[in-house]
């Protein structure tokens, strides 16, 4: 137990230690970050001008279904994993996950599965293009053969995050170190227990409804076949069933790690703690029952369509509560902004807008005007990517002392904050324009009249991406060359992971800390 | 022996890679199989054979850590959550395709043929003369194209038992067979909680008897289908939602009484478990009482109410 690290590349490949697997789940993230990146730069490129001018239409709908698969399934999914991986055994006073084997089993499977989807690209047919939410009959009867990996690549996808979330809940439910009651529990760790939750009760659905297109495809059933009696809109109720607790799960661990950095720069406890753990379980309670504000333009009865679109709109309430309670840490702080506390800060502003605009698409009779147009694409880009991505960002500037012992470079990091802020600004501000005036999503060419918004839109892309590398240069030479970082870090920092030294040794809390 | 307070993180293992490998080339195989690549069941072949191999060693690395007093209480705890949540897992797949049927019986078929406020003139255009049913027999496209139809309904279905042939109907013996095992398997855990061993191979013996007595059933069950009452995969809505169901849930069956099978074998051959030592035993015996309520659901919603 007190030995370090194997030599070689056999550590990483048969570790079972936490913070190696949450290393790796980190990096693993970044690079399909940065893939999924350069699709998004592929779209945007095209987009740039009206009519076709880079990539054929076919290869452009891979762009976007592939970008939004590898992004959601490969970038924010694992990055919240890896945060887990590292944070949680620190916080709570573990000395690793419950069941290490597995933990590095649920990491390994998944740059097989991004292969496998990647290769899709250079298979006969092209890679899967019925966008990211893989609806019926698109991905089914008029589907390329690639499909067929598509829907392996999620199960074992799947496979690997309900291994991952088992392992977290079981870490949370049965590690914590003797007095480290729930309620004592950073909010961090109380979001991921709840986030783990949600994971194993969706993805089995997931699961679920890549297995009945496999079946229609391939082996004759009619779940989504009318002339056998099924239905398309059964995919959608299927998917979405598993696809709204999924946007939780991308952020409820983001609100967590924003819980944990907005104290420490404000200088102030996390106001309104006991609230915060309700609100979280409040969403994802209210998660499973909202599920067709996706699909109000399908048909449903008026009944569906106001029960969905009130029960939505109820989601506004817990999510004020926390927006709230981060405002109210902030107030009377005494605030410094260094570049984790930048992206907090820009996160809570962003993230209000992106819940602003969800809320106006909650509204059925307004969607059928927004539905399936840019503004949808708006919405969902400030919740993830200021969101989502921000915090995974902030996360990282805030541990990376801790992880690797040294001191990033501020004014490197104050220049990719502010970098990202206008790029990704720049990109989705503009696309509420576009959609209310009416740019469907997912078109390579469009109307002249929405040149000017996709034109800016183009150009923040690029500044975007540019940040990103960035980001990528400036933790790299904080592991090679950065200033030796102290055990505390921060002037405010509170908590078990930071009463252990920096770099954190292999093995931490082999012997419980007793927590008062 | 390990106590309370010192957690036993294994070192390094090669197992978690090998099965991430196994599981690659397992499901990358069955992916070539079945779009028509000639190497695909090779892959898939090999990729089961790693994938087999690895978990052996995995679980006996697991009993040998065990025996050699490694599991603390705390880790054995991790343990009963891991294989909890796992069976919730599992609950939720089957939610999914519960909730399908639930979808297609109760909203689909009466939304194809013409019923609800929102329905325009689209049955009418589309499938003329479709009458929701379940059993679905007639498919809409049957309905809609007599003849040129591509999406057959079965001739016969599951759900016919009358009051006077109800000791001949087979899901009443599969759930007769079934609820039996869950009982017998729960004789057996009170055995092994008192050490009494012989009661324990004798019940969990019986028990898997059992097990394979209920597949062999549906096996027959399913040949008659296929045979006799022109019921197939493809014979529409009735058709898919009886077999992915019951399909699904015989797989699970087979798990469960390999699973059983083995703590049959480690018991007889090797006397593991004790009367404070038997959790393999007892996390396969939660899978087979999970097993057996799937069933009781499948056994009201698909055969008495089907
Ligand atoms: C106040 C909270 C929120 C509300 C009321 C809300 C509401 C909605 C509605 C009604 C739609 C469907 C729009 C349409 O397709 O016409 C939608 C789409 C979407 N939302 Fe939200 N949302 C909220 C928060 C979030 C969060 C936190 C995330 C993720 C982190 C998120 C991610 C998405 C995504 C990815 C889509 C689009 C999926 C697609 O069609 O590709 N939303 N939202
Ligand atoms: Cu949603």
């Known amino acids: 137990m007190a030995h370090g690290p194997a030599k070689g590349i056999t550590r990483w490949l048969y570790t079972t230690n936490h913070k190696d697997i949450g290393s790796m789940y980190l990096w693993f993230s970044f690079l399909m970050f940065l893939l999924g990146g350069v699709f998004a730069l592929v779209i945007r490129a095209e987009l740039f001008e009206p009519g076709l001018q880079i990539v054929e239409p076919e290869f452009f709908n891979q762009m976007t279904t592939m970008h939004g698969l590898v992004m959601v399934?490969?970038?924010?999914m694992p990055a919240f994993v890896g945060l887990a991986n590292w944070m949680v055994p620190m916080m709570i006073g573990a000395p690793d996950m419950a069941l290490p084997r597995m933990n590095n089993w649920s990491f390994w499977i998944l740059p097989f599965a991004f292969a496998m989807l990647a290769s899709t690209l250079f298979m006969e047919g092209g890679a899967p293009n019925f966008g990211w939410t893989f609806y019926a009959p698109l991905s089914t009867t008029y589907a390329p053969p690639s499909v067929t990996f598509f829907i392996f690549?999620?199960?074992?996808?799947?496979?690997s995050s309900i291994m991952g979330a088992i392992n977290i809940i079981a870490t949370i439910l049965n590690m914590r170190a003797p007095g480290m009651t729930l309620m004592k529990m950073p909010l961090f760790v109380w979001t991921w227990l709840i986030t783990a939750y949600l994971l194993i009760a969706v993805m089995?659905?997931?699961?679920?409804?890549?297995?009945?297109?496999?079946?229609d495809i391939h082996f004759g059933t009619s779940f989504f076949s009318a002339a056998g009696g099924g239905d398309p809109v059964l995919f959608q109720h299927v998917f979405w069933f598993f696809g709204h607790p999924e946007v939780y799960i991308m952020i409820l661990p983001a609100f967590g790690v924003v819980s944990a950095i907005i104290p420490t720069f404000a200088r102030k406890p996390l106001f309104g703690y006991a609230s915060m753990v309700y609100a979280t379980a409040s969403i994802a309670f209210l998660s499973f029952i909202v599920w067709a504000h996706h699909m109000f333009t399908v048909g449903m009865p008026i009944a569906g369509e106001l029960f969905f679109m009130y029960a939505t709109m109820l989601i506004a309430v817990p999510t004020g509560v926390k927006v709230f309670n981060w405002v109210t840490t902030m107030f009377k702080g005494s605030m410094t902004f260094e570049t984790p506390m930048l992206f907090s800060v820009a996160f809570v502003i962003l993230f209000t807008i992106g819940g602003f605009s969800g809320l106006m698409l909650a509204i059925a009779p307004a969607d059928f005007q927004y539905h399936d147009t840019y503004f949808v694409v708006a919405h969902f880009h400030y919740v993830l990517v200021p969101g989502a991505i921000f915090s995974i960002t902030a996360g990282v500037y805030y541990w990376l002392p801790k992880w690797c012992g040294n001191m990033y470079d501020e004014t490197m990091g104050k220049m990719h904050f502010w970098m990202a802020f206008i790029g990704l600004n720049l990109t989705f501000f503009p696309m509420h324009f576009a959609g209310l005036a009416g740019m469907p999503r997912r078109i390579p060419d469009y109307n002249m009249m929405f040149a000017d918004w996709n034109m800016i839109s183009s150009v923040g892309a690029f500044l975007f991406g540019a940040a990103q590398l960035l980001f990528l240069y400036n933790v790299i030479a904080t592991i090679v060359s950065g200033k030796k970082a102290t055990d505390r870090v921060w002037e405010g920092s509170h908590g078990l992971e930071w009463t252990v030294p920096s770099p954190a040794p292999y093995h931490t809390f082999s012997t419980p800390p007793e927590v008062k | 022996m390990a106590t309370e307070g010192t957690y036993y993180v294994p070192e390094?293992?090669?197992?978690?890679?090998?099965?991430?490998?196994?599981?690659?080339?397992?499901?990358?195989?069955?992916?070539?199989?079945?779009?028509?690549?000639?190497?695909?069941?090779?892959?898939?072949?090999?990729?089961?054979?790693?994938?087999?191999?690895?978990?052996w060693n995995w679980f006996s690395t697991v009993i040998d850590e065990n025996m050699n007093g490694l599991n603390s209480p705390q880790l054995k705890r991790s343990y009963v959550w891991g294989m909890g949540w796992f069976i919730f897992s599992e609950v939720m797949f089957f939610a999914a395709f519960f909730g399908a049927l639930y979808y297609i019986r109760n909203f689909?078929?009466?939304?194809?043929?013409?019923?609800?406020?929102?329905?325009?003139?689209?049955?009418?255009?589309?499938?003329?003369?479709?009458?929701?049913?379940?059993?679905?027999?007639?498919?809409?496209?049957?309905?809609?194209?007599?003849?040129?139809a591509k999406v057959l309904g079965p001739a016969q279905n599951m759900s016919g038992s009358t009051v006077e042939n109800v000791w001949s109907w087979l899901p009443l013996w599969n759930t007769i067979v079934l609820m039996t095992s869950s009982v017998t398997v729960h004789f057996a855990h009170t055995a092994i909680k008192k050490d009494n061993r012989k009661g324990f191979n004798l019940w969990l013996g019986i028990t898997v008897l059992l097990g394979f007595i209920f597949l062999g059933l549906q096996a027959e069950e399913y040949i008659v289908a296929y045979n006799d009452m022109g019921l197939t995969l493809e014979s529409g809505a009735y058709?898919?939602?009886?077999?992915?169901?019951?399909?699904?849930?015989?797989?699970?069956?087979?798990?469960?009484?390999?699973?059983?099978?083995?703590?049959?074998?480690?018991?007889?051959?090797?006397?593991?478990?004790?009367?404070?030592?038997?959790?393999?035993?007892?996390a396969a015996s939660w899978y087979w009482h999970f097993v057996d309520v799937v069933w009781v659901g499948l056994f009201i919603f698909v055969y008495v109410f089907g």
């Open chain 1, 73 to 76: 399934f490969g970038a924010v």
């Open chain 1, 153 to 159: 690549a999620v199960h074992i996808m799947g496979a």
């Open chain 1, 204 to 215: 089995p659905v997931l699961a679920g409804v890549v297995t009945m297109m496999l079946m």
């Open chain 2, 12 to 55: 390094q293992s090669k197992l978690p890679i090998f099965a991430s490998f196994g599981l690659f080339l397992t499901v990358f195989g069955a992916a070539n199989w079945i779009n028509g690549s000639d190497n695909g069941p090779m892959m898939f072949m090999a990729g089961g054979f790693v994938m087999a191999v690895v978990l």
């Open chain 2, 108 to 148: 689909s078929l009466p939304w194809l043929a013409g019923e609800g406020d929102h329905s325009s003139m689209t049955p009418e255009v589309l499938w003329p003369g479709f009458e929701a049913h379940w059993p679905l027999m007639t498919t809409p496209d049957m309905a809609a194209n007599g003849e040129a």
């Open chain 2, 239 to 282: 058709g898919t939602t009886f077999f992915m169901l019951t399909g699904f849930h015989g797989a699970h069956v087979t798990m469960g009484t390999i699973m059983l099978l083995v703590m049959w074998l480690r018991s007889m051959l090797k006397g593991h478990f004790k009367s404070d030592d038997q959790f393999g035993f007892e």
